[in-house]
């Protein structure tokens, strides 16, 4: 009796299409929240900084303020925006990282073949980590009251809407720079030499006004500054202080002694993070 060979299988692969690069967008979106929540050292470490920066240096410049006769302004207040931008970087950049670990693992090339396009991938990617980091930022919102913020809902939305703004622009950024390195050392090197310059020339620990001439260009020239501003002109807008002291600690972005309306600013973080997004996916595509 003969026996007969087995017939192939035929394997279809679907054409790509808008509805497939859709749902590739909400997986990878689902997948970036179900890890973060499911790491619950990384929430707490990652809460941890901004909280102490928030509270222990906010209160001991604060002592420090007072004693050489400062009056009116809480620095803690001050730097409440700062804190909140702050947190959304390191959560963000940090999201950006599991990109390295997934291509040390071989994860990364298992989604970049499958029949979707690169760049849905890279979008959920960006979108994930930002509602991430925006998560993450709604905690440090949550403790205004402690810090002489009020808990008006105009003011809370708006600080958390600008959050996203900024999240999305540097999970775009962290998500371009993870495209081509190839280990995690490397990647937080670079996220090291990148993020702290960008923190401390935004203006986020010290007022932007009477600065030195060639520091004050390098905090316009940064991009952060246009994403920590807004914040501070938000919680600013709902406190009560003498014009003097306004001026001082919310002097805002001037371009030759032009003040950068708010409208403009959050519209350039916009423009650079799909910029950056854009940028990201031509690595991508470019990759293996």
Known sequence: MTATAPQPVRVQVPPRSLRHDLRAVK????REVLRFASERMRVISSLIQPVLWLLVLGTGLSSLMATGGG?????????????????VMFTAMFSAASIVWDREFGFLREMLVAPVSRGAIVIGKCLGGAFVATAQGVVIVALAGLVGVPYHPALMLTLVG?????AFALTAFGVLLAARITNMQSFFAVMQMAMMPMLFLSGALYPLSGLPAWLGVLTKLNPLTYAVDPMRQAVFSRLQLPPELERAFNAGVTWNGWPVPVWLQLLMVAAMGLGLLGLAIVQFRRGD
């Open 27 to 30: 997986i990878v979106f689902h």
């Open 71 to 87: 009056d009116g302004v809480d620095l803690k207040t001050f730097i409440f925006p700062g804190v909140c931008a702050m947190t």
């Open 162 to 166: 600008e959050l996203f703004l900024g």
